[in-house]
């Protein structure tokens, strides 16, 4: 047999595979679209509406479903990370094209804007151009569950689905490498127990606390999610309820904690919690930043000592957890309030969370790596040592091939978080407007200083988009998909 015939048919067969869990991640998807009808029962006068949400939902879903059916090999393959990444790419770009048709039908978006907050959605961002307070019931549900939905991850929801394990380059892919059992389907249903009863707790958690049942639903899904889409164009400021800010706060924390954290934490296992270098890291973040915050910006905008507290808090939880409600905005706010907001938005939360950024384990990385070389430095010449740290239950030496790859992604990071806002800065809007804006866009933060708009100029929300997409998958998956396909299609297509 000939060496090209050879590689035809072993690129055939694995893109056979490829298609079918696309497929399966794509009937997923058509069921996301579906679910906002839900709500119908509860608000009939907005039945007009449904075709919008049926079309694009039941032809993903169709679709989906045969490509599934049709070419899943009998015997799960073990994907490599490569093809999870060509996966994870083709799903993601499907459906967020398809999610642009109710936005543009029944929110009355155009193609530019409704990419962006389809983008925005699934990625867990929350940066909006709809006018909430004119948006359907329905639109304003949709937003929020394609954020639920993001923010497990479609790879997450898929491997759940599977009846065989397919490796786990699903997860890794979509930047979840950590497992909560040794079967890969298990700890992904694990996964989603954990999120799913968060959530349930937080949508009471909210109703006791003061919102209506369907805020409850819609903000817990969106801080769960690390979301932040809002049904008031105020956000959390809307109601001004201490009680509701702290469940609140508590439910943007549950979702930067890593699951396998999280995990930990409902098992009883709280040694392995404490020594966790994330849980360390929030342990100094959390209290110095609010510090910073409340004594050098907010004790200055509101006189009264347990307001300037509650918006120091809360606004900083949302920047570190890449949440993006908030309770007030920031126009107001001195030099220091931005920069620190910036900081924390870059950051990031947990690696395995559902929230962006750089993430905390990379930082805690490079932290104990800056350490380890002053230390090696005062060693004798031939010294041999090594740092470690805890994740989970788990110790790991951070070996020099791990700290160059974080090294390489944090600097493409804050790369493309420069080109980002020299993009901003050329279309008119101020330096620190375009840092605190693309800060929020690369991270998935979706705090705004009124940058983003439904008026904003069309190449800004295409480069924000952008952005967003590269911030959620963390560069190297689009990167690694994007070039396999390059290298592949034209050899199948010969």
Known sequence: MKPDLKMYKYLSQRYRAILGYTGLVCFISGLTLLAPLLALPVYPEEIIWAWG????????????????????????????????????????????????????????????????????????????VVDVGQASHLTLLFRSVIELVGGAGLAIVTLSALAGPVGASLPAAEGRTEQLAPNVRRSAKLVLSIYSGYIAIGIVALRIAGMGWFDAINHAFAALSTGGFSTQADSIGYWDNPAIEAVTIV????????????????????????????????????????????????????????????????????????????????????????????????????????????????????????????????????????????QGENQHFLSDALIRQVSVLVSLYLLVFGIGSCVTVAYGYSLPDSLFEYASTLSTVGLSVGVTAADAPTGLLWTQTIGMFLGRLEFFTVFVGLIRLYKDVPALLR
């Open 53 to 128: 949400y049926l079309l694009p939902g039941l032809t993903l879903a169709l679709v989906g479903a045969i490509g599934w059916k049709s070419l899943v090999p009998k015997q799960a393959l073990s994907l490599t990370l490569s093809e999870g990444s060509v996966i994870v790419v083709l799903a993601w770009i499907v459906s967020i094209l398809a999610s642009t048709f109710p936005l543009m039908t029944t929110a009355g978006l155009t193609f530019t804007q409704a990419i962006f907050e389809a983008t925005s959605g699934w990625t867990t961002t929350g940066l909006s």
């Open 251 to 390: 439910l943007m924390l549950g979702g930067t904690i890593n699951f396998v954290t999280s995990y930990l934490l409902l098992t009883g296992r709280f040694k392995s919690v404490v020594r966790n270098g994330e849980i360390r890291l929030q342990a100094l973040l959390i209290p110095a930043s609010t510090a910073l915050l409340f004594f050098g910006v907010t004790t200055r905008l509101y006189p009264i000592a347990g307001k300037a507290f509650r918006v120091a808090l809360f606004e900083m939880v949302s920047a570190l957890s890449t949440t993006g409600f908030s309770t007030v905005g920031y126009t107001d706010w001195n030099s220091l309030g931005w920069l620190v907001m910036i900081v924390l938005m870059l950051i990031g939360g947990g690696a395995g969370s559902t929230a962006g950024g750089i993430k905390q384990y990379r930082i805690y990385v490079l932290y104990r790596s800056l350490l380890w070389e002053v230390k090696r430095m005062m060693l004798p010449q031939h010294a041999v040592t090594e740092p470690r740290s805890w």
